[in-house]
C-alpha cells in the first residue's frame, strides 16, 4: 500500500501509518549498529597486594589442574578461588571504607 492512497479501514490505516513513520525514520535517522569495545583490563584499584598475589596464585594452579587433570591440584586451586575471594572482598571493602572516611 502506498502512502499516497488512503486507507479505507482501521487496520489499513495502521498498517498505513507504521509504514510511513518506519519509512521516514530510516530516511532521517537509520539505524547504526555500534560495537562497543570491552576494556582491556578491569578496574582493580581497590586490589590489595595480598589480593593480587592471591589471583596470582589462583590462576597458577588453574593452570596446573587444567594440564595435568589431578583432583588433588582441583582441590587445592578451588581453595585458592575460596581464599582469593576473601582477599578481594576484604581489599574491596576496605578501599571504600577508606574513601567514605
Not at 507504521?18 to 581497590?46: G, Y
Not at 594440564?67 to 588433588?72: E, M
Amino acid at each position: 500500500m502506498d502512502w499516497h492512497t488512503v486507507a479505507s479501514t482501521a487496520d489499513e490505516f495502521a498498517d498505513q501509518l507504521d509504514t510511513v513513520v518506519v519509512n521516514i525514520l530510516d530516511k532521517h535517522c537509520p539505524l547504526q549498529v555500534r560495537q562497543k569495545m570491552a576494556p582491556s583490563r578491569l578496574v582493580n584499584r581497590w586490589l590489595s597486594d595480598s589480593a593480587k598475589e592471591a589471583e596470582r596464585l589462583r590462576r597458577r594452579l588453574e593452570r596446573r589442574w587444567k594440564s595435568k587433570g589431578n583432583k588433588n591440584d582441583y582441590a587445592e586451586y578451588r581453595r585458592a578461588c575460596r581464599a582469593a575471594n576473601n582477599e578481594i572482598i576484604t581489599a574491596r571493602s576496605n578501599f571504600y571504607k577508606d574513601r567514605i572516611k
